[in-house]
């Protein structure tokens, strides 16, 4: 844990060098002529980071995308490493004091060694999509920043390249700048990035002001390219941003439409009012469950069986432990029965189980309360509560009996939903325990034994 946190830190540290590197690399190659103190320093320190990095790489493990196996060789890691991204990676940290001492005087451009750092920026496209899969970064900020990132740079760069093909222009005042500003060279280095950024800015949202204009071929040149890239640009951003808020809205619309549908369906065919309530109430209530990441069966379910078990386990194992209907049993049943049981949420005033419906499932209440209801003459009447801990259903599923008694939530409550039918065949697999369930069922003195010989 120590040490994926340590390669974690650093990856983040590498990754705040590269936005370092993404400003400073294009602003080297469009406005400076040649390295100045404090930023030469600074530039060998972030070089010296960064080899130190590629020689780490030698020694840290990854993952084989083939076989999806750990390799931990150090000849293995060093193979792949020196077959892929090494040259490159070195390349970058190379001084550019070293590089103009070894290339010829028409090569010796202080800008050109510099755009080679920009070979860091795959770092930050790893960075960005290893946090998208992260459950403890919003995937909608994280898109966000990304996007931003994206544009600033782009902005940033062309600023500096529409700089560099003025400053370097035979003719200064036949050039977008000089045009306008004729000693534009002289002014300060702030004021000449401010104005080229305004003019990469204004070209990129394509306002078109008509104070700053294209004058050279070289410059028309790049500002076609430009803009044909900024339209691929803006489409990716609009793309992106457009599936961001349709998707935060898709759960929402989903919602709408389905309980129009039920109402319409209701309302044509005519169904009572109480009815068409608790359709309602159970469709709100799902997507409350969904939004609020309460309904964890559906997650549940897309896991292998042992985890399921697991959970199953650890959540409910200690609620059916004490139910009536399971003392005595072995704690294998139990193990087993828990891992067969659903969970499900059910809003106030809806119906569980019919009164002499066939005996399908039993339920046992892990929160809420729910009430026995019998109907006689058209009327319904109260017969008993079950709460927390409690088992409903169970008579029928037993005795193979309709169900006697009609089962109503009172306000929310979770249930575990028991299929007759596996519980049928684990008992069938452990008959002593089968004898000890029905034993506690007759020795049990419950209203549900009266309505049993009554019917």
Not at 6 to 19: G, K, P, S
Not at 91 to 119: D, K
Not at 160 to 183: K, M, Q
Not at 281 to 291: G, N, P
């Amino acid at each position: 844990l120590n040490t994926k946190l340590a390669c974690r830190t650093w990856e983040a540290f590498l990754v705040f060098l590269v936005y370092y590197t993404a400003w400073v690399s294009p602003f080297e190659f469009g406005f400076l002529v040649r390295p100045s103190g404090l930023l030469t320093i600074t530039d060998n320190i972030v070089n010296a980071i960064f080899f130190v990095d590629i020689v780490l790489t030698f020694f840290v493990a990854y993952l084989d995308k083939t076989s999806y196996l750990i390799i931990d060789s150090k000849k293995e890691i060093a193979t792949r490493y020196v077959t892929t991204w090494f040259l490159l990676d070195l390349i970058s940290t190379i001084p550019s004091e070293f590089v103009r001492v070894i290339l010829p005087n028409n090569l010796q451009s202080y800008g050109y060694v510099s755009m080679l750092r920009l070979w860091r920026l795959r770092r930050v496209s790893r960075f960005f999509a290893r946090l998208e899969k992260d459950k403890n970064y919003s995937y909608f900020w994280t898109r966000c920043a990304k996007l931003v990132s994206v544009t600033l740079f782009v902005i940033h760069m062309a600023a500096c390249i529409f700089y560099r093909l003025a400053a370097h222009y035979f003719n200064p005042t036949e050039t977008w700048i000089g045009s306008v500003w004729e000693d534009f060279k002289t002014e300060s280095l702030y004021s000449q990035y401010i104005k080229s950024l305004y003019w990469s800015i204004t070209t990129m949202a394509t306002v078109g002001y008509g104070d700053l204009h294209a004058v050279n071929p070289n410059e028309m040149t790049f500002d076609v390219m430009y803009m044909l890239f900024n339209l691929a640009l803006t489409s990716y951003i609009i793309g992106n941003m457009t599936n961001l808020v349709v998707h935060a809205a898709t759960r929402t619309r989903h919602f709408r439409d389905t309980i129009h549908a039920a109402s319409s369906f209701a309302q044509r065919n005519r169904l009572p009012v109480r009815l068409q309530d608790q359709m309602i109430a159970h469709l709100t209530l799902k997507y409350r469950t969904d939004s609020e990441g309460l309904h964890q069966q559906e997650a549940i379910d897309s896991l292998p069986k042992a985890i399921r078990s697991s959970i199953a386990n650890y959540l409910f194992y200690s609620l059916v432990d004490r139910v009536y209907l399971f003392r005595g049993v072995s704690n294998d049943l139990l193990f087993q029965l828990v891992s067969e049981m659903k969970a499900e949420y059910f809003p106030p005033k809806e119906d569980v189980i019919l009164q002499n419906e066939a005996p399908t499932d039993m339920y046992f209440l892990v929160s809420g309360v729910v009430e026995h209801i019998v109907h006689k003459n058209a009327i319904e009447h109260v017969v008993g509560e079950a709460r927390t801990g409690d088992v409903v259903g169970e008579i029928g599923v037993l005795c193979y009996r309709p169900q006697l008694f009609t089962v109503r939530t009172k306000r929310l409550s979770q249930l575990l939903r028991l299929n007759r039918t596996s519980f049928l065949n684990l008992i069938q697999a452990n008959v002593g325990d089968g004898t000890i369930i029905m034993n506690n069922v007759l020795q049990v003195a419950r209203l549900d034994i009266f309505f049993l010989v009554s019917f």
